[in-house]
């Protein structure tokens, strides 16, 4: 067992947006992993059924919203110190549509709970010496879709912030990983009634054959924490999405 192992195995961890998708996936492989894990969501019954699911005594959840500078600044006072924050938060509502049509109010919420939350994140938490600091992008930052500008820009801000932070907050190391396709619920909320035959059409464009799953990302996770040498960087999940 490597040092670096050992460190992740002992640590302890934040995830933002742990109570579902992508962050519950990441809280769980970092409980097995031997982490100490502090989900974060803003939805109390997210959080309360995460935890059922990741094992009662297991996990440590708090309701707090990313984009509120206040309530993510009483978080970090009172889990002190930490090895690890991950984010995949991200509040899609109203964050799709033509430019010339676009809402921006209402698609605010994207930009506050991705962007300038991670940010927040940045500016509070207590990081240890050692330890690392992971965003989400997607590929919508290298295929954008028509009504995709406000997700594509936010996105590649992301990374970045991640460039900037990397330098900044260093010896910290902030990286972003960057997810495809991936099987999680926001595909439900889409009304498609054909929705497996869309998501394989889709599976059948990617180099990889399928599309991804919360544990392809959180498995891409542990290898950022894992290894010390890798900062200010973008680790792409993405099932060869940038190649077709």
Do not use: C
């Not at 995830?15 to 962050?23: D, Q, R």
């Not at 590649?156 to 460039?163: D, I, M, Y």
Request: glycine share 14%; no cysteine; charged share 20%.
């Amino acid at each position: 067992m490597t040092q670096n192992e050992i460190q992740v195995k002992t640590g302890r961890a934040v995830v933002i947006g742990g109570g579902s998708g992508m962050g519950q996936a990441i809280a769980d492989a970092l409980l097995a992993a031997g982490s100490e894990v502090i989900i974060v969501g803003r939805s109390e019954q997210r959080l309360a059924d995460a935890v059922r699911e990741l094992g009662e005594g297991k996990v440590t959840a708090i309701a707090a919203d990313v984009g509120d500078e206040q309530q993510i600044a009483r978080v970090f006072e009172s889990v002190g110190e930490i090895d690890h924050v991950i984010t995949t938060a991200g509040d899609t509502t109203g964050s799709y549509g033509p430019i010339k049509e676009f809402d921006f109010k209402a698609g605010s919420g994207f930009v506050e709970t991705k962007l300038i939350g991670s940010m927040l994140l940045a500016k509070h938490a207590q990081i240890v010496e050692g330890g690392s600091l992971i965003f989400t992008s997607g590929i919508a930052a290298y295929r954008p879709a028509a009504g995709g500008a406000m997700v594509a820009a936010v996105n590649a801000a992301l990374e970045g912030l991640a460039r900037a932070l990397a330098i900044e907050l260093a010896p910290t190391r902030v990286n972003a990983v960057s997810p495809g396709w991936v099987r999680t619920g926001i595909w439900d909320k889409l009304g498609w009634d054909d929705k497996e035959e869309r998501l394989q059409t889709m599976a059948e464009r990617l180099p990889a054959g399928r599309l991804g799953t919360p544990e392809d990302i959180a498995q891409a996770v542990l290898s950022l924490l894992r290894n010390r040498f890798i900062t200010g960087t973008v680790v792409h999940v993405d099932g060869g999405h940038r190649l077709v």
